[in-house]
């Protein structure tokens, strides 16, 4: 049986003691280079890079194919694909298939016409101040309601807009102000460096009433269930029946989530402060924005030289058919889903993977159990919802019907705005009717996993059961420390501070007693100050606040894995492989997962939006609140991994 560990990347000068994750990947962040067209390199990353060839080869084989395919979605990802490629068609159209949506927005002589075009945005997945769209009922999770939450920037978060003593930032929104001109100046717009200022002031206008992303976390503060009638007074002189009627949905639905209600009381604002030709201006540049990388060369090239080199610090462009195959998996992603997992997921690794599951859902019902903080009383509702939760492994039992969209292959923007006028209508058609459980929220070829508080469900999709995550041919150890603690890290955002708020029906409810809330807060804080102490860039720390809800899943996950890993071992001691005992390489598995480099242009993007921290503290941060690592690796108190035992977190 293999370890599963890379001893390839090890740095052996570094101590394990003193900085674990640079002990296990040192050698590797030493001479791993991020590729030219990348802005981060890893263990993820390089997954995700493995599926695309794979995708090709299936696209490939559709081509050949195709004259005596019977498959309508077959046909359709061939003719998505080739439209993507087909730049000559694109050059020869040039703005051409935007020209409809200028002529709306030139249109406009009244600002009581705004809301049926933001209906018409919405509906075409184009920026716009606020988004819209159906989901589950927080508080009702077997029905679909209505939300609408705070949008319209084009930067990553509103501090890139409000923050002027940050000389980063500034300097970033500087160059978009560029980068709008020289877009609006290929548009043919005479007055681009003026339209830019224009752009910047209404969108900094948008940001100073926006939430920030901490606030956005609150799944009570969010939830606000309005009647028609009481958004009058919300918005005052923002007509949202005329919103309606445009979007689709009127007479369809009788309440509203709006997420962000002071917001939404700014934007009111906000439309009448500013002018009508300002408005024009800004939606023109958010049609031109939404589409610049379908367009012809010099439209593509400056929206990369912004969002890709300077926003990110990737300097190439990644190859075009990677592009194609990300469109696909975009606008057609099951009916491609459908085909890889066919071809690329070995129905043994699906029983390994439930065992797994399994194990670790054991490992958390003992360790509630034998929870010393929380009263019996929320202890029998957490194992509630621990009993009732769903797992989804690898792919769907049933598939998304694609036949409502029409997709050509010669027409690649056409294509986007049907793609997302098709699933805006998908979400509307579910008024009405319940929830459905068996839906996915994730491909089967996407590289992640994720929990769903409104359905109690687990997802594992398939491109991420592959190694370093899950290695069928290793060890127990490794696959415990890599998706085991991933298995765990899911489960556990059922009890993280946002998850812990929904029951086990995937209800917004109160089921903790107040007691516990008081111990769990405490733990909590414990855990942002922790995390707030880590810097990944000079002059820039991580918000704990904002990844607390990633932070007690990563640790809450890891110490049950290492329950669940123990079990298998039937008390018996652990193999040592490799110079390495069962715990030691259970640990050197999760670091490894977390091997990463990553850019300074988009870890300062990350540390402003990303609810994830850095990999680094993923894996750092994590090992130093588990009693079992400090027993694994003999870390004694003049070490610098070492955390005094009063001030380890442990929740769960």
């Known amino acids: 049986m293999q370890s599963g560990i890379s001893k390839a990347s090890e740095d052996k000068s570094v101590r394990i003691q003193d900085d674990f994750f640079q002990h296990v990947n040192g050698t590797w962040l030493k001479n791993e280079t991020i590729p030219a067209d990348k802005s981060m390199w890893g263990s993820f990353v390089q997954l995700d890079e493995d599926v695309q060839p794979q995708l090709q080869s299936l696209i490939d084989s559709l081509v050949k194919n195709s004259s005596s395919a019977t498959d309508a979605d077959a046909q359709k990802i061939i003719d998505l694909y080739t439209s993507y490629l087909d730049t000559a068609t694109i050059d020869a159209l040039a703005l051409k298939p935007l020209e409809g949506l200028f002529a709306q927005v030139d249109a406009l002589t009244d600002k009581s016409q705004l809301p049926a075009l933001i209906a018409r945005f919405n509906r075409l997945g184009i920026n716009a101040p606020y988004s819209f769209g159906i989901g589950q009922d927080a508080k009702n999770s077997t029905e679909y309601i209505a939300s609408m939450g705070q949008s319209g920037l084009s930067l990553p978060d509103r501090d890139y807009y409000l923050l002027d003593e940050d000389a980063k930032l500034k300097s970033t929104r500087d160059a978009y102000v560029k980068h709008v001109e020289k877009m609006l100046t290929l548009a043919g717009d005479k007055n681009a460096a003026e339209s830019a200022q224009v752009i910047l002031k209404l969108e900094t206008a948008l940001a100073q009433v926006q939430w920030t992303k901490v606030e956005l976390r609150d799944p009570i503060k969010t939830y606000n269930k309005l009647e028609l009638s009481k958004l009058a007074a919300l918005t005052p002189g923002y007509d949202f029946a005329a919103y309606f009627k445009a979007y689709g949905v009127d007479g369809k639905i009788s309440v509203v989530n709006a997420g962000q209600p002071s917001f939404f009381t700014g934007f009111a604002k906000v439309v009448q402060e500013q002018p009508l030709d ?48 990300d469109e696909v998996n975009g606008d057609l992603g099951e009916a491609l889903g459908r085909y890889y997992a066919a071809k690329y997921f070995p129905p043994e690794h699906k029983a390994r993977m439930e065992k797994l599951v399994s194990n670790l859902l054991v490992a958390y019902k003992h360790s509630i159990e034998k929870l010393d903080w929380m009263t019996p009383a929320t202890k029998k509702q957490a194992q509630l919802k621990l009993s009732t939760m769903v797992t989804k492994i690898a792919y769907p039992a049933k598939w998304r019907d694609y036949s409502a969209l029409t997709i050509k292959k010669d027409d690649l923007i056409g294509n986007a705005m049907r793609a997302n006028e098709y699933s805006t209508d998908y979400d509307i058609n579910r008024l009405g009717h319940p929830v459905d459980r068996e839906e996915w929220g994730m491909t089967p070829q996407t590289v992640n996993a994720q929990y769903n508080p409104q359905m109690n469900d687990i997802t594992f999709p398939a491109a991420i059961l592959r190694p370093p995550f899950f290695n069928p041919d290793a060890d127990d150890a490794v696959n415990y420390g890599g998706i085991g603690a991933v298995i765990g890290h899911e489960i556990s955002h059922a009890f993280d501070d946002e998850g812990s708020q929904f029951d086990e029906k995937g209800n917004l409810r109160d089921w903790w007693t107040k007691q516990d809330h008081k111990k769990f807060a405490v733990k909590t804080a414990a855990l942002v100050k922790q995390y707030n102490a880590f810097s990944p860039l000079k002059g820039y720390n991580v918000n704990g606040e904002l990844t607390l809800g990633e932070n007690i899943a990563d640790n809450s996950g890891l110490a049950i894995a290492m329950k669940a890993y123990r079990m298998t071992l039937n008390g018996k001691p652990s193999p040592v492989i490799d110079g390495y005992t069962g715990e030691q390489r259970f640990y050197i598995g999760f670091a490894q997962v977390w091997q990463m480099k990553a850019r300074d242009e988009i870890t300062l993007v990350l540390l402003k939006t990303d609810p994830h921290s850095p990999a680094e503290f993923r894996a750092n941060g994590t090992v130093r609140n588990q009693p079992d690592f400090y027993k694994a690796f003999d870390v004694k108190p003049s070490d610098k991994m070492f955390l005094a035992p009063k001030d380890r977190v442990i929740i769960w």
């Open 278 to 325: 300002a408005w024009k201006t800004y939606f023109k540049w958010q049609v031109l924005n939404g589409y610049a990388s379908y367009l012809p060369k010099a439209f593509d090239d400056e929206n990369f030289a912004f969002n890709g080199t300077i926003l990110q610090g990737t300097p190439e462009h990644k190859a075009r058919w990677k592009r194609a195959i």
